[in-house]
């Protein structure tokens, strides 16, 4: 009897060591349930961290955003011109052409110079010398070689727009006789960027009130402000590929220039 008895008190013991394994084990906390369960204030501070400070809200946090792209710009008058201009010259040999060619192109670097522009403002922007083949005198002669060609060409920054007429002039008058174009641009334009950017910035939000107004909420706060990428003012161009040979002023209008910048502002609500 006292054996039975032994193996009896045995069970009851064993059972009670199982039921305490179970009420304390839950699979949810890995192991670690009472650091949570009993610190108190940490599962307050884990739910604040996920949801922005409104527990049971972690889900949502994400769909209550309002994203607006926005753009600003300014217009600005441009401080800097910049001539396309070239001699070409043609001639019964390759060397020929290319000699003329460089004479008359020395002749013209030379009244730029004159005028006060200085090397670093002249760049090289193409040379060529090719061959140019009969195609008018009959099938026998198709395909001969008549004549070569020679073309040079330079782009002058002029500092000064006003005086880019009298730049393009003198430098036809000096051999000069195939312009591309002229162009305008802003030596320094970052406080004109500085300037997009803060349009940009003001614009975004009465969009975001927009479509908050149509979603029937209410914009609570500002969560991102990013700065979209930036490229070269808009460049004036005017054409100048006709207007050779003429004795009058070429007419040069340089009008204005954009500046512009695009935002990402992210609302809450």
Request: no cysteine; hydrophobic share 40%; glycine share 12%.
């Amino acid at each position: 009897m006292n054996g039975k008895w032994v193996w009896v008190a045995l069970s009851a013991v064993l059972g009670a060591i199982l039921a305490i394994g179970v009420v304390n084990f839950n699979p949810n906390l890995g192991g670690h349930g009472p650091a949570i369960a009993g610190g108190g204030d940490s599962a307050a501070e884990l739910q604040s961290s996920s949801s922005g400070g409104f527990a049971g809200d972690a889900q949502t946090t994400l769909e209550n955003q309002i994203v607006v792209l926005s753009q600003g710009q300014v217009q600005v008058v441009p401080d800097t011109a910049m001539i396309s201009l070239g001699v070409q010259t043609v001639a019964t040999t390759a060397q020929e052409a290319q000699s003329q060619n460089t004479q008359q192109m020395q002749a013209v670097i030379d009244k730029l110079k004159a005028l006060g522009v200085k090397d670093e403002q002249m760049l090289t922007s193409g040379v060529n010398l090719y061959p140019e083949q009969d195609q008018f005198t009959g099938p026998e002669n198709a395909g001969d070689i008549v004549r070569y060609r020679a073309m040079n060409q330079v782009t002058v920054t002029i500092p000064e727009v006003g005086r880019a007429a009298e730049f393009l002039d003198a430098a036809i008058g000096a051999g000069a006789n195939s312009t591309g174009s002229v162009s305008f641009t802003i030596k320094d334009d970052s406080q004109y960027r500085i300037q997009a950017i803060g349009e940009a910035v003001k614009a975004a939000r009465p969009k975001a009130e927009a479509v908050a107004k149509a979603l029937g909420v209410t914009i609570r706060d500002v969560k991102v402000v990013e700065e979209g990428q930036s490229g070269p003012a808009a460049f004036g161009a005017f054409d100048q590929s006709s207007g050779l040979g003429g004795g009058a002023k070429t007419p040069i209008m340089p009008g204005q220039l954009s500046v512009v910048e695009t935002v990402r502002v992210i609302f809450t609500y």
